[in-house]
């Protein structure tokens, strides 16, 4: 029943927060094994309306319950109407399957609260955050002046980076006279959606995002690349960066990186690349290959909640030139920063958009030092060894295609209809939304429709996305026209 409390110290109390500690743990146990057995589908798919409504009513319709009953409810309710990532039947969006250990840290987190825009306020995190991207800066090939900070995802990891370019690349200062110049970056069209952003967001506006045109697998095309850096300079712009793809969002498949650096090296101009999903094969030795040419880059980022098996939100933006992290944002707040004649690495505040952060790197230290490298690479190896094993499945069968090679753990496929192929797999993919076991995702390549699966959870087996296929065609047989299923 709801109360008005007043009481602080029993809120507070240590003995309050082992019994609620004790019943969410019960139910997150119980979900983690519930959903590991994919007994049930990944995702029970309500309408928007549908939810906006039951928990519009829950507090009138459960304040009749004790508090621990409303707490038990409450969790059993939200993780019923969630997406279960640690299903392996969960195959849809780039975000990871935590592994527990790592979301238990960030409890720890939340507890103890301590942000990192001052070093006395994070003591712990920002000495971790330290070691964390010094080791990701070694493992690029970078020297020790290099150097980075952890943010919260990759869209302002993106934008701090782009950000970056401009004020060491741009002929003009802008972050203290304002752009009087227009300015351009180079980005393959396939490159996610928030590099588009950060550069509207930064005042280019649509002209000074010039695509780079792809190739066949949908990747930054290297023989195009002198021609939308001549396009720039036809349309008045100054080009300060290029931006490559590690991989591409659609098809996960990166470009080539090697080639992007050396002609961004070749012109003076930056190099930035979004490995948000794709940078933790640096540590595989079977695949870092994917990522050659990353030692030319003057910016890295990575996201540490997909490749790297850690709970939402955290991305590690790496500078080659360390100075060019602290330079970025020359603000003053006097009253939280003091001036440093050494390098003042600990004061989070200098670096990032963000005056106040959650403890992010304690799944990043604690993976590290626990388990090593090590897990990283089985992981990568796995799951992409996975997708080209799924891949060739779907090639040897006569009634679906794919669209292109396989870099990563992304598998773009379709199904072989025979007239109206990319409304039947929409169709498709809308009556698999809420009535499959599954999750899976879609998208558009070159005007044509394709189912979309990403392969995050090291519990998906080759058997899951044979059943898939299998589920596909049966219902395929079942009702030929899509168009009349109840959708």
Same mark, same amino acid.
């Given at each position: 029943?709801?109360t *008005?409390y007043?009481d %602080?110290e029993?809120? +507070?109390?240590?003995?309050? %927060?082992?019994?609620?500690?004790?019943?969410?743990l019960s139910?997150l146990? /119980?979900y983690?094994?519930?959903?590991?057995?994919?007994?049930?589908?990944?995702?029970? %798919?309500?309408?928007p309306e549908?939810?906006?409504?039951?928990?519009?009513?829950?507090?009138?319709n459960?304040?009749?319950?004790s508090e621990?009953?409303?707490?038990?409810?409450?969790?059993?309710?939200?993780?019923?109407?969630?997406?279960h990532l640690? @299903?392996p039947?969960?195959i849809?969006? #780039? !975000?990871?399957?935590?592994?527990?250990?790592a979301?238990l840290?960030?409890?720890?987190g939340?507890?103890?609260?301590n942000?990192?825009a001052v070093?006395?306020? =994070?003591m712990?995190?920002?000495?971790?955050?330290?070691?964390?991207?010094?080791?990701?800066?070694t493992?690029?090939g970078?020297?020790?002046?290099?150097?980075?900070f952890?943010?919260?995802?990759?869209?302002?990891?993106n934008?701090?980076?782009?950000?970056?370019?401009?004020?060491?690349?741009?002929?003009?200062?802008?972050?203290?006279?304002?752009m #009087?110049?227009?300015?351009?970056?180079?980005?393959s069209?396939?490159?996610?959606?928030?590099?588009?952003?950060?550069?509207r967001?930064? =005042?280019?506006g649509?002209?000074?995002?010039?695509?780079?045109?792809? /190739?066949e /697998? %949908?990747c930054a095309?290297?023989?195009?690349?002198?021609?939308?850096?001549?396009?720039?300079?036809?349309?008045?712009?100054?080009?300060?960066?290029? !931006?490559g793809?590690?991989?591409?969002?659609?098809?996960?498949?990166?470009d080539?990186?090697?080639?992007?650096g050396?002609?961004a090296?070749?012109? =003076?101009i930056?190099?930035?690349?979004?490995?948000?999903?794709?940078?933790?094969?640096?540590f595989?030795?079977k695949y870092?290959?994917l990522?050659?040419g990353?030692?030319?880059?003057?910016?890295?980022?990575?996201?540490?909640?997909?490749?790297?098996l850690?709970?939402?939100?955290?991305?590690a933006?790496?500078?080659?030139?360390k100075?060019?992290?602290?330079?970025?944002? @020359?603000q003053?707040?006097? +009253?939280?920063?003091?001036d440093?004649?050494?390098?003042?690495?600990?004061?989070g505040?200098?670096?990032?958009?963000?005056c106040?952060k959650?403890?992010?790197?304690?799944?990043?230290?604690?993976?590290? @030092?626990?388990?090593?490298?090590?897990?990283?690479?089985?992981y990568i190896d796995r799951q992409?060894?996975?997708?080209?094993?799924?891949?060739?499945?779907?090639?040897?069968?006569e009634?679906?295609?794919?669209?292109?090679?396989?870099?990563s753990?992304? !598998?773009?496929?379709?199904? #072989?209809?025979?007239?109206?192929?990319n409304?039947? *797999?929409? #169709?498709?993919?809308? +009556?698999l939304?809420?009535h499959?076991? +599954?999750?899976?995702?879609?998208t558009?390549l070159?005007?044509?429709?394709?189912?979309?699966?990403?392969?995050m @959870?090291?519990l998906t087996?080759?058997?899951?996305?044979?059943?898939?296929?299998?589920?596909i065609r049966? !219902?395929?047989?079942?009702?030929?026209?899509?168009?009349n299923?109840?959708l």
């Amino acid at each position: 029943m709801n109360t *008005n409390y007043s009481d %602080f110290e029993k809120l +507070y109390s240590a003995k309050g %927060f082992h019994e609620n500690g004790t019943l969410l743990l019960s139910e997150l146990t /119980n979900y983690l094994k519930k959903t590991a057995e994919s007994t049930s589908p990944a995702l029970s %798919f309500i309408e928007p309306e549908e939810m906006l409504r039951y928990w519009q009513s829950w507090n009138d319709n459960t304040r009749h319950l004790s508090e621990s009953e409303r707490i038990q409810k409450f969790c059993t309710d939200l993780l019923s109407y969630t997406n279960h990532l640690q @299903n392996p039947k969960y195959i849809g969006h #780039q !975000v990871s399957a935590p592994l527990p250990i790592a979301s238990l840290m960030m409890l720890i987190g939340g507890i103890s609260n301590n942000g990192s825009a001052v070093y006395e306020m =994070g003591m712990a995190p920002t000495a971790m955050e330290r070691v964390v991207t010094d080791k990701l800066c070694t493992k690029f090939g970078w020297d020790s002046n290099s150097g980075g900070f952890l943010t919260s995802g990759g869209t302002l990891a993106n934008l701090t980076s782009l950000l970056a370019a401009r004020k060491f690349k741009a002929t003009e200062d802008i972050w203290n006279e304002g752009m #009087q110049k227009p300015l351009a970056i180079l980005v393959s069209s396939q490159a996610h959606y928030c590099v588009d952003r950060a550069a509207r967001i930064m =005042g280019l506006g649509a002209d000074g995002i010039i695509s780079i045109e792809v /190739n066949e /697998n %949908f990747c930054a095309d290297e023989s195009a690349i002198e021609k939308a850096y001549q396009s720039a300079l036809v349309k008045g712009r100054e080009v300060i960066a290029v !931006v490559g793809s590690a991989p591409s969002t659609s098809t996960g498949n990166y470009d080539n990186l090697d080639a992007l650096g050396r002609f961004a090296n070749d012109k =003076g101009i930056w190099f930035h690349i979004d490995a948000a999903h794709g940078g933790a094969a640096i540590f595989s030795g079977k695949y870092k290959y994917l990522l050659k040419g990353s030692e030319r880059a003057d910016s890295i980022i990575i996201d540490g909640h997909k490749m790297m098996l850690m709970p939402a939100l955290s991305t590690a933006v790496l500078f080659k030139n360390k100075n060019h992290a602290y330079e970025n944002f @020359n603000q003053r707040a006097a +009253y939280l920063l003091e001036d440093s004649v050494e390098e003042d690495w600990y004061n989070g505040a200098k670096k990032t958009f963000e005056c106040t952060k959650t403890m992010m790197v304690l799944p990043w230290f604690i993976l590290l @030092n626990l388990y090593g490298e090590s897990l990283f690479e089985t992981y990568i190896d796995r799951q992409y060894d996975l997708a080209r094993a799924f891949a060739e499945e779907i090639n040897r069968a006569e009634d679906f295609e794919t669209p292109a090679r396989i870099d990563s753990n992304i !598998v773009c496929f379709r199904y #072989q209809f025979n007239e109206n192929i990319n409304a039947q *797999n929409q #169709q498709l993919r809308s +009556y698999l939304l809420k009535h499959s076991d +599954y999750y899976i995702v879609q998208t558009h390549l070159d005007g044509s429709h394709y189912l979309r699966v990403s392969l995050m @959870n090291p519990l998906t087996e080759l058997n899951h996305l044979s059943q898939l296929l299998d589920e596909i065609r049966q !219902v395929v047989n079942n009702q030929k026209h899509l168009s009349n299923l109840s959708l």
